[in-house]
C-alpha cells in the first residue's frame, strides 16, 4: 500500500510543498473516526486561517504602506502637529554666518559673496544690478534643509536617482568650512528632488541620499539673472499718475513726440507740444502708463554691454525710446530688435539686458494723427479769460470773469448772455482734425487768440484756407492737419451772433 502511493507520488512546486507542509502540520486529512465533530470543525476553521494567510497578510502590509505613502506623499516638513513626520536635518547654518555661495548648475557657473552688512553681489559682475533680498532670501534656503527620509543608496545605483552627473552643485562657504549639496532627478511624486551632500554618513560604498523641496532645489538650478533687478522702469501707478510729466517718444523708428500734463478744474490731461500743439489721446496715454507697468517685470536675459552686442540687438543706436520724469527724476528706456515675440530693451546707462513682450510698445510706432485726440482744442471754459477772434473782416475782443453761474461776459467792450457764449466756445472745442496736410503760403483765414486766466500766458490758433473743404490747422506756430472748412466758418458766424446776443443753434 505504502509502496504504491510513493509510486503515484509526484513532484512539487515550492508553494505545493509549502502548502502541503502546512497541511500535514495541521493535520487537514486525520480521519473522521478518531476525533469528534467539535475538534474537526476546529480543524477546519484552523486549516482556512492557515490557508488564506498569506493573503491576509499581503492585504495587512497593503493597508500599512497605503498609510506610510499618505504621510510621506501628503505631510511636508513645515507641517506642525502630534501627527508631524519626523523630519532629517541635512543643513542647518546660519545664514548670516555665508561668506559665499558658489552655483554650478547645466547653465552656468557663479558665485555670490557678502559685501558688507546685507549688501551682496555676485563675483566678477558687481555693476550688474542685483537684488540683494533675493541672494539673502536664496541664502537661507539652503542653509536650512530638512528631509521627510534619508535613503542609504549603493554608489553604483546614484546614476538611478540623477546623482551621478548631478543636475548641480552649491558650495556653501563659512568660517567653518565648506557645505557641498547635489541636486538630482524629482522623485516619483514630482514634489521633490533628490539631493546629496558631503555627509560624515556616507561610505565608500553606499551615500545618504534626501529629499529637498521645490523652492531649494529652484536656487541650486537658477541662472544669474535670477537675482538681477526687473523693473526698469521704477513707475509706481500709485504714485507717479498725478506727476509723470513730461514724457518724450524717440528713437529711430519712432516719431519724436513730446507730452506734458495738464491740469484744470475738468482734471488731468495731455497736451502734445511737439511736434504740434494738439490734445494728447487719453487711451494713447493708458497704453504708455501700461507699456511702464510691464516694464516693472522685465526678464533679464543678457549683461553684454559692449557696443558690438548693442548694435546687434538694436540698442546701441535705438529704434524707439522712452523718457518720462516724476517731478523727481528723469528715466529713458531704450527699445531694440524684435525676436519672436519680445523685443530687447535696457534702461539709459543700465547694465543689463531685458525683454518685454512686443506687442506692448505698439504706442510708441503710432503715427502723430493716432496720438492726437481727434479734437483740436479741450481747455476748459473757466480756464479762459480772453479770446480775440480776427477774421478778414472783422476782430472780436471776448472777455470773461468769473465761472460758472457767476461768469460775466462782454464782446467788443458789449455785455452777452453767458449762455450764448457758452454755446460759441463749444464750437471751438468741436473742430475736429480730418487728415495730414500742408501748409499754405498765404495769411491766415481766421486767427483765435486764447489768453489763459491762471498766469496770462497765450495760446493762438491759426486757420488757413486751402480749399472749398479744408482749412490747415496750426496752434502757437505747429501744425500738419486739415480741418473742415464749414466748421471754421462756423466760429466766424457764432462770434457775431455772440456779439448780437442772438441764439446759437448747434447741429448736434
Not at 480543524?43 to 495587512?60: A, D, E, N, S, Y
Not at 558658489?102 to 557678502?114: D, F, Q, R
Not at 479762459?384 to 460775466?408: L, P
Request: glycine share 6%; charged share 25%.
Amino acid at each position: 500500500m505504502m509502496n504504491s502511493q510513493n509510486e503515484e507520488k509526484k513532484e512539487l512546486s515550492p508553494t505545493e510543498q509549502s502548502e502541503a507542509t502546512e497541511g500535514e502540520l495541521f493535520q487537514y486529512d486525520m480521519p473522521e473516526e478518531k476525533a469528534g465533530n467539535k475538534k474537526k470543525d476546529k480543524r477546519l476553521r484552523q486549516g482556512f486561517i492557515r490557508k488564506f494567510m498569506p493573503v491576509f497578510v499581503l492585504l495587512t502590509a497593503a493597508v500599512v504602506l497605503t498609510g506610510v505613502y499618505f504621510v510621506l506623499r501628503y505631510i511636508s516638513p513645515e507641517d506642525n502637529g502630534e501627527d508631524e513626520v519626523n523630519t532629517i536635518s541635512v543643513v542647518s547654518l546660519n545664514a548670516s554666518d555665508v561668506k559665499t555661495m558658489k552655483v554650478e548648475n547645466e547653465t552656468e557657473s557663479y558665485t555670490m559673496y557678502k559685501k558688507s552688512g546685507s549688501m551682496y553681489k555676485i563675483e566678477g559682475l558687481e555693476d550688474k544690478p542685483v537684488e540683494e533680498d533675493i541672494i539673502s532670501t536664496s541664502i537661507g534656503y539652503l542653509t536650512a534643509i530638512e528631509s521627510t527620509k534619508r535613503i542609504m543608496v549603493s554608489d553604483d545605483a546614484l546614476e538611478d536617482y540623477g546623482l551621478k552627473a548631478p543636475a548641480a552643485t552649491v558650495t556653501i562657504t563659512t568660517a567653518t568650512g565648506d557645505t557641498v549639496l547635489y541636486l538630482g532627478n524629482k522623485n516619483a511624486g514630482n514634489d521633490y528632488y533628490f539631493a546629496i551632500k558631503d555627509d560624515e554618513e556616507n561610505t565608500e560604498s553606499k551615500t545618504a541620499v534626501y529629499l529637498m523641496n521645490e523652492t531649494q532645489a529652484n536656487v541650486c538650478l537658477a541662472d544669474r539673472f535670477y537675482y538681477y533687478a526687473t523693473d526698469i522702469s521704477l513707475y509706481d501707478s500709485s504714485e507717479d499718475n498725478e506727476n509723470i510729466t513730461p514724457v518724450t517718444i524717440g528713437g529711430t523708428k519712432g516719431t519724436d513726440v513730446h507730452v506734458y500734463m495738464a491740469e484744470d478744474d475738468s482734471g488731468l490731461s495731455y497736451v502734445m507740444d511737439d511736434p504740434v500743439n494738439m490734445p494728447f489721446s487719453t487711451q494713447v496715454m493708458n497704453t504708455i502708463l501700461d507699456l511702464l507697468t510691464t516694464m516693472n517685470n522685465a526678464v533679464p536675459v543678457d549683461d553684454d554691454v559692449s557696443e558690438q552686442n548693442l548694435a546687434k540687438l538694436g540698442l546701441l543706436d535705438p529704434e524707439y525710446t522712452l523718457t518720462w520724469e516724476n517731478n523727481t527724476v528723469e528715466r529713458t528706456i531704450y527699445f531694440g530688435i524684435v525676436e519672436e515675440d519680445r523685443i530687447y530693451c535696457m534702461p539709459k546707462g543700465g547694465t543689463a539686458i531685458y525683454t518685454i513682450s512686443a506687442d506692448k510698445i505698439v504706442c510708441l510706432g503710432l503715427s502723430v494723427a493716432d496720438m492726437c485726440d481727434i479734437i483740436t482744442y479741450t481747455r476748459d471754459v473757466d480756464t479762459v479769460s480772453r479770446i480775440v477772434v480776427t477774421s478778414e473782416q472783422k476782430t472780436y475782443d471776448i472777455k470773461t470773469t468769473g465761472k460758472g453761474d457767476q461768469r460775466k461776459v462782454t464782446i467788443n467792450n458789449k455785455s452777452v448772455e453767458r449762455s450764448i457764449f457758452s454755446e460759441f466756445y463749444a464750437t471751438l472745442l468741436g473742430i475736429e482734425i480730418q487728415k495730414e496736410g500742408d501748409k499754405p503760403t498765404d495769411q491766415p483765414y481766421l486767427t483765435v487768440e486764447m489768453t489763459l486766466s491762471e498766469d496770462g500766458s497765450k495760446e493762438e490758433m491759426n486757420y488757413y484756407l486751402v480749399d472749398e473743404r479744408y482749412c490747415y490747422y496750426e496752434m502757437n506756430g505747429k501744425g500738419m492737419f486739415y480741418v473742415k472748412k464749414q466748421d471754421v466758418d462756423k466760429i466766424i458766424e457764432n462770434v457775431q451772433k455772440v456779439y448780437n446776443n442772438e441764439e446759437i443753434m448747434q447741429a448736434w
